[in-house]
């Protein structure tokens, strides 16, 4: 074949390779631009919240509201008590003081547990995990009288330690059911060799098991303090003056005199952002353990 003759074949071969990395890059084209529009319609009230924050109680009250309303930070002055109101530290303190410590506890408890459903599996362990989950079943409000009768009773209303106990114990199902998923794609052999080496089950768990399965941990621990913090009926319930929380301070700006719409989105703002700086600073071991390992 000569070489004039070649050179269309060579032409039509090449234009055909091309044609569907074209397409391909087009149609990813397109899908990114529909993710972003996507993101950006539902981050559209979050983005709402914040400029609402920067107004004042008049314009934010304004129908339809100004997008080219004046700024100002007089809803961030009164929630942090400029205007003779109540400080929100207190508050903000217990809610950090009770996902903190529930969190901990739930990493404590869950991981052991989890350690016994998916490495060193213990007998009928599906009916095990089938039992985690049906705790979640029961209606939360369903528990609610017997647990405020027994705070009641044992002098633990308005105590920030009830809470404590209380989100530990509606956190820590969802937390074995993660962490088994997790703990499933530990390597047996090196947890035989550190055991060979004379490890203890504390050791195991502490520097193997917890190292490898890091991302699980992280998405876990996020996971829980997220539930924890926002979590408002049984701190609005059982309690007070004393170890109120964020959310419930949240409630304070809803009024008999009205809603004070500024002010309410500044404090959201604010109560949201240890949540976001949480997330931000446990990002990538956080994608990895919501992708189960996927992403590396």
Known sequence: MSASTAAPHRTRATSKATAPTARARRRSTALGLTAWAVGIVFCLPALWMVLTSFHSEADAATNPPSLAAALTLDGYRTFFGGGGGPTPWPPLVNSLTASLFSTLLVLLLALPAAYALSIRRVRKWTDVMFFFLSTKMLPVVAGLLPIYLFAKNTGLLDNIW???????????????????????????????????????????????????????????????????WNELL???????????????????????????????????????????????????????????????
């Open 234 to 296: 049984f701190a609005r319930v059982l309690t007070g003056v004393v170890a109120g929380t964020a959310p419930v301070h949240l409630t304070t700006f809803v009024t008999s005199q009205g809603l004070f719409l500024a002010q309410l989105c500044a404090a959201s703002v604010v109560v949201s952002l240890p949540v976001l700086i949480a997330g931000y600073a446990a990002q990538d071991k956080l994608v990895q353990g919501l992708s189960l390992g996927a992403v590396k």
């Open 162 to 228: 009830l809470l404590v106990l209380l989100y530990t114990s509606m956190n820590l199902p969802i937390a074995v059911w993660m962490m088994q998923s997790f703990l499933a794609d530990v390597p047996v052999s090196i947890i035989e060799a550190a055991q060979v080496d004379g490890a203890k089950l504390p050791t195991v768990l502490g520097r193997v098991v917890a190292p490898v399965a890091a991302p699980g941990i992280a998405a876990t621990a996020l996971i829980c303090f997220i539930f924890s």
